[in-house]
């Protein structure tokens, strides 16, 4: 079974200010760790991914994300938030070689505050 | 990088009437979509997977009658939400696989009211 925990609701953090969402997650396996962003009433958005090789993974908008095998975990993060990156965030993962559907977590709402 | 739209995007329909969401990818093939659904504020409920060609598969405790999902072609799914009921309002989010290079893209979703 695979599952993921996002143990905020909510991160609050100033502009200019280094930013984490936290994630955490299990499988029987190896994992693959993804990151979605939801802007309000909008689709998710790809923002990045692990599948193998370097345990930090860089993607999008200057986000990224460090897969830490022995905490199963895949925190998210950004050397300096904006007011803009203020958006819904989604963890999600899957294991390999098991279901293509990936679980996602319930979300983490960042707030940017100028 | 590849695009999923979803038709429309907000619809407002009384209460026993049918209402058909599209789903379709813009720029490539995809084997394998997905319906979600999103309650304010919580994170996404998968309601089924579809593979072209083939029945949906249904999560536990979604109705298939009530939520009819065809997947014709490699390009296009699509949901109806048949009798539909003030408790079916909610925000429906499809994506769409590539398996070879292991991402889902996510439509912009449909914001179903139904008064």
């Known amino acids: 079974a695979q599952s993921v925990a996002q143990p905020e609701d909510q991160v609050n953090v100033a502009e200019g200010n280094p930013l984490t969402v936290k994630c955490t997650y299990s499988v029987s396996g190896n994992p693959y760790l993804f990151w979605y962003v939801q802007y309000p009433n909008r689709g998710l958005q790809f923002l990045l991914k692990?599948?193998?090789?370097?345990?930090l993974v860089k993607g999008s908008y200057g986000f990224e994300a460090e897969f830490n095998k022995s905490q199963t975990s895949f925190h998210l993060k950004k050397p300096s938030a904006l007011v803009s990156d203020s958006a819904l965030y989604f963890c999600?993962?899957?294991?390999?070689?098991?279901?293509?559907?990936?679980?996602f977590g319930r979300g983490t709402s960042l707030i940017v505050h100028p | 990088g590849a695009v999923v739209s979803q038709h429309p995007s907000w619809v407002i329909c009384k209460s026993g009437t049918s209402v058909k969401i599209e789903c379709r990818s813009l720029d490539f093939q995809a084997t394998t979509m997905f319906w979600y659904r999103q309650f304010p504020k919580q994170s996404l409920m998968l309601m089924a997977t579809s593979n072209e060609g083939s029945k949906a598969t249904y999560e536990q405790g979604v109705e298939k009658d009530k939520f009819l999902i065809n997947h014709a072609s490699l390009t296009l799914s699509t949901l109806t939400v048949t009798s539909a009921h003030p408790e079916d309002s909610s925000f429906y989010i499809c994506s769409a696989r590539i398996a070879v290079v292991e991402e889902q893209f996510f439509g912009p979703g449909t914001r179903l009211t139904v008064l």
């Open positions: 999600a993962v899957r294991e390999s070689g098991g279901s293509y559907i990936p679980t």
């Open positions: 692990y599948i193998t090789g370097d345990n």
